[in-house]
């Protein structure tokens, strides 16, 4: 994330490339805490079938 967040500031006299870079964080963001509510779900099912 910090790495987007560095090429959103190299970048900050161009709004396009701000506007591609700032919906990949958000997409990264979101898949992240897809990620992370698949596990949680996976840890309880795990904890529940034990």
Known sequence: MAQID???EKFKDLPDVQQKLQG???ALVESEEEIMNYYDLTDIAK???N
């Open 24 to 26: 990949a964080k958000d």
């Open 6 to 8: 560095g090429l959103i």
């Open 47 to 49: 904890r529940d079938l």
